[in-house]
Nanobody
Framework: VQLQASGGGLVKAGDSLRLSCAAS????????MGWFRQAPGKDREFVTA????????HYADSVKGRFTISRDNTKNSVWLQMDALKPEDTAVYYC????????????????WGQGTLVTVSS
């Protein structure tokens, strides 16, 4: 599966942004999907993940209650709704896919999108 992330941009603290990840190729419904982010000078970190059916989701504590992951297997897409953004959310955001269950570990995922930059000004 090939992944294409989009939707990043420059916003102010407190604003919302919605990231999209479009998948091409076969079997999107068989992949758990994750969002990760990497700020300058920092390691890539887990943001959220969703299982294949879409019923179970997982969030990093830093985004819980502010970010929402969702997917539509008929559209081969997953979204990350980000509300109440903070300057510390500034990072390149990546979507990732794997055939196993969702995981918070980046090295678990076999397929990655190219990343989309989110910048949150104070």
């Amino acid at each position: 599966v090939q992944l294409q992330a989009s939707g990043g941009g420059l916003v102010k603290a407190g604003d919302s942004l919605r990231l999209s990840c479009a998948a091409s190729g076969d079997g999107f419904r068989n992949y758990a999907m994750g969002w990760f982010r990497q700020a300058p000078g920092k390691d890539r970190e887990f943001v959220t993940a969703i299982e294949q059916s879409g019923f179970k989701t997982h969030y990093a504590d830093s985004v819980k209650g502010r970010f929402t992951i969702s997917r539509d297997n008929t559209k081969n897409s997953v979204w990350l709704q980000m509300d109440a953004l903070k300057p510390e959310d500034t990072a390149v955001y990546y979507c990732a896919a794997d055939l196993g269950p969702p995981s918070p570990y980046a090295n678990y995922y076999q397929h990655w999108g190219q990343g989309t930059l989110v910048t949150v000004s104070s």
